[in-house]
């Protein structure tokens, strides 16, 4: 797991043709807006959360984000554990976040 700046994620994310954005957030914040093309898993979903994680793709570079980054590093590191070998933590989450966002309204 790897924390990233704003500016590190996004250009990073950028240049990367095996990325997938993740939103970890719960269901009435993403209400509020979501990164472009972001999926979302609830990480306050517990087990169901891990099971969602785990049947995802393994070899993908997942672009981790919450509201503020604690989350989201959380997701990280049990993504981590699972054994997925690149999952990267936005710092400071959406809240600091410049780029995009599309509404869910």
């Given at each position: 797991?790897?924390d990233l700046t704003q500016d590190e994620w996004a250009e990073q994310l950028a240049n990367?043709?095996?990325?997938?954005?993740?939103?970890?957030?719960?269901?009435?914040?993403?209400?509020?807006?979501?990164?472009?093309?972001?999926?979302?898993?609830?990480?306050?979903?517990g087990q169901e959360f891990i099971n969602e994680i785990d049947d995802l793709d393994k070899?993908?570079?997942?672009?981790?984000?919450?509201?503020?980054?604690?989350?989201?590093?959380?997701?990280?590191?049990?993504?981590?554990?699972?054994?997925?070998?690149?999952?990267?933590?936005?710092?400071?989450?959406?809240?600091?976040?410049?780029?995009?966002?599309?509404?869910?309204?």
């Open positions: 797991m790897e990367d043709d095996n990325a997938v954005v993740m939103d970890v957030r719960t269901d009435a914040e993403v209400a509020d807006g979501i990164i472009p093309n972001a999926i979302h898993i609830d990480i306050y979903k070899s993908k570079n997942y672009y981790v984000y919450c509201r503020s980054g604690n989350r989201s590093g959380q997701a990280c590191q049990i993504m981590e554990e699972l054994g997925f070998e690149n999952a990267y933590n936005l710092e400071g989450g959406i809240l600091e976040w410049t780029g995009d966002v599309v509404d869910m309204e």
